[in-house]
Structure formats: structure tokens, C-alpha cells
């Protein structure tokens, strides 16, 4: 471990500490974890690889984030990939993060993007939709990609299909 500065002492993750306030003890709570889900399922005829960044680290616990779990990973045809990823309780409403997603296919590489916020599980009226992409290349002029997004329990499902 790294040495601190004197007027700083190690806590440990999750602990309460009392805190001096105009001669008032208050007792403040670290940032705790709200456990999520991500899964990608890859539907298409074709090996995917995925690239992600997040808008905040800040919003993330630890180092279970997406740009960590599917930054650069890929993803076989017929194939998914499901990790953790938590939410630093903090910032449940928002934890906005971007996958850009690139197929080599048969007219070439094509590649679209997402925009995802990680914090849809929390909200209790979500409905599941077909997601919105972002051109990044060229896609495809045989066909089109189309991505279903679910919400199942504390888990972002999202299915990419690919209609040739």
C-alpha cells in the first residue's frame, strides 16, 4: 500500500466513519455497491469486437465496469458474454457508458455504437425496446443490425441481430 499523507487514515470500503462538524458528531457512509448485470448476445453470422468507454469512472465500484469487462474483448456468432458490473450507489440514476461494436463481414468491416445507461435496472417501469445505434463505419448494404434491449431483474440484456 502507498503511504498516506499525516492528515489522512486508511478506511476500508463500506465502513462509516464519525465525522467533526460544529461540534456535532454526524456519521457519514462511504459510497456503497449496487450489483448489475451486462450481457451482450451476438445473434448475427459474424465474430463481433466490442470497444466500450464510460462517461464517469466515478460512477463505477471498483473495477467492475464495462470498459474494463468489454473494452476489446470479442464475441463469437451465436455466442454472448455476460460480466458483473457495479454501480457505485452514489450514482444509480445515471452511469452512462458507449459500445461500439465491430463485424467483419461480407462486404467488409462495418461497425455501429450504443449509447447504454447501466442504471436502467433500477428503474421500475422500463419497457423493453429495440436500442437506438450510431453509425461509426460503414454498415452494411446487404442488410441491417438491429439491438433489443432488456431488463431482466438487476440485468442489461441487449441482443444484436443482424437481417441479411
Known sequence: MFDLPPQVEAVEPNSIQAVEISSAKVVVPY?????????????TGY?????????????????????VNFNGVAIGPSNYLKRNEDLNSAAAFNSFFTMNFKFTAASGDEEFGIRVNQADVFKPDFIDNYYPTFPV??????????????????????????NQ
Open 31 to 43: 459510497a456503497d455497491v449496487n450489483r448489475t448485470v451486462l450481457q451482450v448476445n451476438n445473434q
Open 47 to 67: 465474430k463481433v469486437f466490442i470497444a466500450t468507454t464510460v462517461d464517469n469512472p466515478g460512477q463505477w465500484f471498483g473495477g467492475a465496469r464495462p470498459n
Open 137 to 162: 463505419g460503414t454498415l452494411d448494404i446487404t442488410g441491417y443490425y438491429q439491438v433489443q434491449h432488456r431488463v431482466l431483474g438487476n440485468a442489461n440484456i441487449f441482443t444484436i441481430s443482424h
